[in-house]
């Protein structure tokens, strides 16, 4: 018995042996599963191919999440190859690949700048995935209810050379025309009441004479060239200031008094440029006009959307794509038919829009902008750049070092090179060391980063402190920034949903919709009440928050103008009205022959003569002012003559003023109206009436620019009663219409609109009328003299809040 117990015992033992065995055998097996290579390849078309190769029993598992923009790839219980794992690639779409082994099994993270679509095929241990990133740009705005089209770029050259001046001005009008080679950014206005200046920027002068004669009220011109900024400047002495408009074809720069001797201005978008300092990215939009634009934020995306009449030269790239910087990309395009720029950032970053000389700036940070670090504008930025892209290295000698050590301890290294900089140096506590250096006449920098380079370190400059550590210290630092980024994700995914309701004051819900889906997360809900013009929000405390700032920042009262119009009619009228009026007769006058033996002579036109015979010619002046008439005749009564003069002269002057003002909202139409309606009855069958509406009609559209200035579109109509007969009734109408840039509370004129009506009406006995110097013995004249002008006064003034 104790035998057999024994050989239940032995053979249980070698059951566990061999399980165990097996077991390991199998873990073993698991463990075999390897991932051999890793590979990414990108098509001409954009395409981008991920290769994995792995074993035939490899299994692979995929993830896709946007927040950030990752692919992950898991393949349970294998592993990587060291070549596997060593492997990487990064471009402006896929920013970084990292390859690990976790729990799970082996891991790859694909991270990419922007949303992707793709399709995978998995066979034999084998993955292939394919990615095509989504244009995010045109996605986001479409899912906000803009449509975003393509640019149309003008074939038109950009101007380099100012070729020549013409003074076409006359004793009473201003007309200049200056020769070019292409379009010209400029600029006019007056230094003083009799003094003229025209800039154009970046243009070289062909003109050799230095100071041009005067013509009509022009009195001399002088020319000058300038730098910086480069360009060619024109003073025009003139003996009266005027209104002045401009204008450019690509051919001249035109400038007058009067608007239609200008052509119309085209602005154009000349160049896009990216210039990056350190942490900061800008973006200069060249322009050759004054930049008249819009800015919003659509779905995280800045637009920026300009004026009517900007176009964009051909030489302007419509896409760039950066990598690692504030900015991802911007791309040219239009939004119901404005030119638009739209600049997607690349994560959250702080941004700001504003105008510079060149056009306009926007400046990008992956940190808030600070006092010290908002001094580095646009004029450092260019100049950084112009000695990057020529190569010169115009340091200044300050900045220049010689060394020559050796085996000094790295700090003491940086210590001496970073002397009298007035900079605050801090070290990590890694930095250890020893350098040897020997250099003459480099630049400090270049200096410094010798030494890092060799060291392995870096350096951080932030708010005058350098900060010198490890770049495996730099590393550890970012992973534990991305772990509470992820840690502050998982605990904004558990915090609770609250709902509110948040007001909008001063425009509808709906307009806002799209830049308050921006700040939600994926969980937050978004509805509009349009009852009460609210939004109500579901989501974490911290996200309505956001949604609550944003919406105070962009709901505020839109802009007011104020139009002041002054309408003056004058009305001037002469008329000079000549008659005359004589007659006679001959009676009884006894012949020598049988027949006739008597003879009578006397007018008749059907009216009397004072002495009571008719009248030979018969043309008074109806209602005059003075008459003379003069009888004669004699004793016998037998001859009598009686003559009449008629003369009137009447003189009508008339000015009405009518002084209307209207208050307009920021880019909507106002209409000024002055007068009444005529209703015309037909004769006849037809006896409908027909109402005809007679008068001055004012309509203006102004716009605040970001200077506080103010564009306006105006047009002006005058239209009176013409012609009425019994069935119809005609109107006559005068009309202007143009375009101002006034300053706020400035006056500009319309007129032009000018009658002068010149008439002579003669009555006369036919024949008799045309003989020399006689003739006026049988005609009477009245010359009819009138004018009418109309002039209009327009102020406009921003109400202020």
């Given at each position: 018995?104790?035998?057999?117990?024994?050989?239940?015992?032995?053979?249980?033992?070698?059951?566990?042996?061999?399980?165990?065995?097996?077991?390991?055998?199998?873990g073993?097996?698991?463990?075999?599963?390897?991932?051999?290579?890793?590979?990414?390849?990108?098509?001409?078309?954009?395409?981008?191919?991920?290769n994995?190769?792995?074993?035939?029993?490899?299994?692979?598992?995929?993830?896709?999440?946007?927040?950030?923009?990752k692919?992950?790839?898991?393949?349970?219980d294998?592993?990587?190859?060291?070549?596997?794992?060593?492997?990487?690639?990064?471009?402006?779409?896929?920013?970084k690949?990292?390859?690990?082994?976790?729990?799970?099994?082996?891991?790859?993270e694909?991270?990419?700048?922007?949303d992707?679509?793709?399709?995978?095929?998995?066979?034999?241990?084998?993955?292939?995935?394919?990615l095509?990133?989504?244009?995010a740009?045109?996605?986001?705005?479409g899912?906000?209810?803009?449509e975003f089209?393509?640019?149309e770029?003008?074939?038109?050259?950009?101007?380099?050379?100012v070729?020549?001046?013409?003074?076409?001005?006359?004793?009473?009008?201003l007309?200049?025309?200056?020769g070019?080679?292409?379009?010209?950014k400029?600029?006019?206005?007056y230094?003083n009441?009799?003094?003229?200046y025209?800039?154009i920027?970046?243009?070289t002068?062909?003109?050799?004479?230095?100071t041009?004669?005067?013509?009509?009220?022009?009195?001399?011109i002088?020319i000058?060239?300038?730098?910086?900024?480069q360009?060619?400047?024109?003073?025009?002495d003139?003996?009266?200031s005027?209104?002045?408009f401009?204008g450019q074809?690509?051919k001249?720069l035109i400038?007058?008094?009067?608007v239609?001797?200008?052509?119309?201005?085209?602005?154009?978008?000349?160049?896009?440029?990216?210039?990056?300092v350190k942490k900061?990215q800008?973006?200069?939009?060249?322009l050759?006009g004054?930049?008249?634009?819009?800015?919003?934020v659509?779905?995280?995306?800045?637009?920026?959307?300009?004026?009517?009449?900007?176009?964009?030269?051909?030489?302007?790239?419509?896409?760039?794509?950066?990598?690692?910087?504030?900015?991802?990309?911007?791309t040219?395009?239009?939004?119901?038919?404005k030119?638009?720029?739209?600049v997607?950032?690349?994560g959250?970053?702080?941004?700001?829009?504003?105008k510079?000389?060149?056009?306009?700036m926007?400046?990008?940070?992956?940190?808030?902008?600070?006092?010290a670090?908002?001094v580095?504008?646009?004029?450092?930025?260019q100049?950084?750049?112009k000695?990057?892209?020529?190569g010169?290295?115009?340091?200044?000698?300050?900045?220049?070092?010689?060394?020559?050590i050796?085996?000094?301890?790295?700090?003491?290294?940086?210590?001496l090179?970073y002397?009298?900089?007035?900079?605050?140096?801090?070290?990590?506590?890694?930095?250890?060391?020893?350098?040897?250096?020997?250099?003459?006449?480099?630049?400090?920098?270049?200096?410094?980063?010798?030494i890092y380079?060799?060291?392995n370190?870096?350096?951080?400059?932030?708010?005058?402190?350098?900060?010198v550590i490890?770049?495996a210290?730099?590393?550890?630092?970012?992973?534990?920034k991305?772990?509470?980024?992820?840690?502050?994700?998982?605990?904004?995914e558990?915090?609770p949903?609250v709902?509110?309701?948040?007001?909008v004051?001063?425009s509808?819900?709906?307009?806002?919709?799209?830049?308050?889906?921006?700040?939600?997360s994926a969980?937050?809900?978004?509805?509009?009440?349009n009852r009460?013009?609210?939004?109500?929000i579901?989501?974490?405390?911290?996200?309505?928050?956001?949604?609550?700032?944003?919406?105070?920042?962009?709901?505020?009262?839109?802009?007011?103008?104020?139009?002041?119009?002054?309408?003056?009619?004058v009305?001037?009228?002469?008329?000079?009205?000549?008659?005359?009026?004589?007659?006679?007769?001959?009676?009884?006058?006894?012949t020598?022959?049988?027949?006739?033996?008597t003879?009578?002579?006397?007018?008749?036109?059907?009216?009397?003569?004072?002495?009571?015979?008719?009248?030979?010619?018969?043309?008074?002046?109806?209602?005059?002012?003075g008459?003379?008439?003069?009888?004669?005749?004699n004793?016998?009564?037998t001859?009598?003559?009686?003559?009449?003069?008629?003369?009137?002269?009447?003189?009508?002057k008339?000015?009405?003023?009518?002084?209307?003002?209207?208050?307009?909202?920021?880019?909507?139409?106002?209409?000024i109206?002055?007068?009444?309606?005529?209703?015309?009855?037909?004769?006849?069958d037809?006896t409908?009436?027909?109402?005809?509406?007679?008068g001055?009609?004012l309509k203006v559209?102004?716009?605040?620019?970001?200077?506080?200035?103010?564009?306006m579109?105006?047009?002006?109509?005058?239209?009176?009663?013409?012609s009425?007969?019994?069935?119809?009734?005609?109107?006559?109408?005068?009309?202007?219409?143009?375009q101002?840039?006034?300053?706020?509370g400035?006056?500009?004129v319309?007129?032009?609109i000018?009658?002068?009506?010149?008439?002579?009406i003669?009555?006369?006995?036919?024949?008799?009328?045309?003989i020399?110097i006689l003739?006026?013995?049988?005609?009477?004249?009245?010359?009819?003299?009138?004018?009418?002008e109309?002039?209009?006064?327009?102020t406009?003034?921003?109400?202020?809040?």
């Amino acid at each position: 018995m104790r035998i057999y117990k024994l050989f239940v015992v032995a053979v249980s033992l070698i059951l566990i042996i061999a399980c165990a065995s097996k077991k390991e055998q199998a873990g073993n097996m698991i463990l075999q599963k390897k991932i051999k290579a890793v590979s990414v390849e990108k098509s001409a078309e954009g395409k981008y191919i991920l290769n994995l190769t792995g074993d035939s029993s490899v299994k692979y598992k995929i993830y896709y999440s946007k927040s950030p923009y990752k692919l992950t790839v898991l393949a349970a219980d294998s592993l990587f190859s060291e070549e596997a794992m060593k492997y990487s690639y990064s471009d402006e779409v896929i920013t970084k690949t990292a390859a690990f082994i976790s729990d799970q099994g082996a891991t790859l993270e694909v991270y990419l700048s922007s949303d992707a679509n793709y399709t995978f095929d998995e066979k034999d241990g084998n993955l292939k995935v394919d990615l095509q990133v989504v244009k995010a740009e045109i996605k986001d705005l479409g899912d906000a209810g803009i449509e975003f089209n393509s640019a149309e770029f003008e074939n038109v050259e950009l101007g380099k050379n100012v070729l020549n001046i013409s003074n076409l001005s006359d004793d009473n009008n201003l007309l200049l025309k200056i020769g070019l080679d292409g379009v010209v950014k400029y600029d006019f206005g007056y230094l003083n009441d009799k003094l003229l200046y025209i800039d154009i920027f970046d243009v070289t002068s062909q003109i050799t004479e230095k100071t041009l004669p005067g013509k009509g009220i022009v009195r001399r011109i002088k020319i000058g060239s300038y730098y910086p900024p480069q360009k060619v400047r024109f003073l025009v002495d003139i003996n009266m200031s005027n209104p002045i408009f401009a204008g450019q074809n690509g051919k001249y720069l035109i400038l007058s008094n009067e608007v239609a001797n200008v052509p119309r201005d085209d602005k154009y978008i000349t160049s896009i440029e990216s210039i990056a300092v350190k942490k900061y990215q800008s973006i200069i939009i060249k322009l050759t006009g004054n930049p008249v634009y819009t800015k919003k934020v659509v779905n995280g995306n800045l637009v920026l959307e300009f004026g009517k009449g900007f176009k964009a030269l051909k030489s302007v790239k419509n896409t760039m794509a950066f990598a690692n910087l504030p900015f991802r990309k911007v791309t040219v395009g239009k939004i119901a038919d404005k030119l638009s720029i739209i600049v997607v950032p690349n994560g959250e970053i702080y941004a700001k829009v504003e105008k510079v000389p060149e056009g306009v700036m926007i400046s990008g940070s992956f940190n808030n902008f600070s006092k010290a670090e908002d001094v580095l504008k646009a004029q450092e930025i260019q100049e950084t750049a112009k000695k990057e892209d020529t190569g010169v290295k115009n340091y200044d000698k300050k900045d220049l070092v010689n060394l020559s050590i050796k085996d000094m301890d790295v700090r003491e290294a940086i210590r001496l090179i970073y002397f009298g900089r007035n900079k605050n140096i801090v070290f990590g506590n890694e930095v250890k060391g020893n350098v040897s250096l020997f250099v003459k006449n480099v630049h400090y920098q270049k200096a410094l980063d010798i030494i890092y380079q060799e060291n392995n370190l870096i350096e951080i400059d932030e708010d005058n402190v350098v900060w010198v550590i490890s770049k495996a210290r730099k590393d550890e630092i970012e992973s534990k920034k991305l772990q509470d980024i992820k840690a502050a994700q998982q605990k904004q995914e558990l915090e609770p949903l609250v709902t509110e309701i948040i007001p909008v004051n001063y425009s509808a819900a709906s307009d806002y919709k799209g830049v308050l889906d921006s700040v939600l997360s994926a969980r937050g809900k978004l509805q509009i009440e349009n009852r009460t013009n609210s939004f109500v929000i579901t989501d974490t405390k911290v996200n309505i928050e956001k949604a609550k700032n944003l919406l105070a920042e962009i709901d505020k009262p839109t802009p007011q103008v104020t139009i002041e119009a002054r309408i003056v009619e004058v009305y001037d009228s002469n008329n000079t009205n000549l008659g005359i009026q004589w007659g006679g007769q001959v009676n009884n006058s006894t012949t020598a022959y049988n027949f006739p033996a008597t003879v009578g002579l006397q007018g008749n036109t059907g009216t009397t003569s004072p002495s009571g015979n008719g009248y030979l010619v018969n043309l008074p002046v109806a209602s005059p002012a003075g008459a003379f008439a003069l009888s004669l005749g004699n004793l016998s009564k037998t001859f009598a003559l009686d003559v009449a003069l008629s003369a009137l002269e009447s003189r009508n002057k008339a000015k009405t003023i009518s002084s209307p003002r209207i208050t307009t909202l920021d880019n909507e139409e106002a209409e000024i109206k002055s007068g009444g309606t005529a209703v015309i009855v037909p004769t006849g069958d037809n006896t409908a009436t027909q109402e005809i509406d007679v008068g001055i009609k004012l309509k203006v559209k102004p716009h605040i620019t970001a200077n506080k200035m103010v564009y306006m579109e105006i047009e002006v109509e005058k239209s009176s009663l013409g012609s009425v007969t019994g069935n119809t009734a005609t109107t006559e109408e005068k009309k202007a219409k143009t375009q101002v840039l006034l300053a706020n509370g400035d006056t500009t004129v319309i007129g032009g609109i000018y009658e002068d009506e010149q008439s002579v009406i003669t009555q006369q006995v036919p024949g008799l009328g045309n003989i020399p110097i006689l003739g006026w013995l049988f005609k009477s004249r009245s010359n009819i003299s009138s004018k009418k002008e109309l002039l209009v006064f327009l102020t406009p003034k921003v109400v202020e809040r």
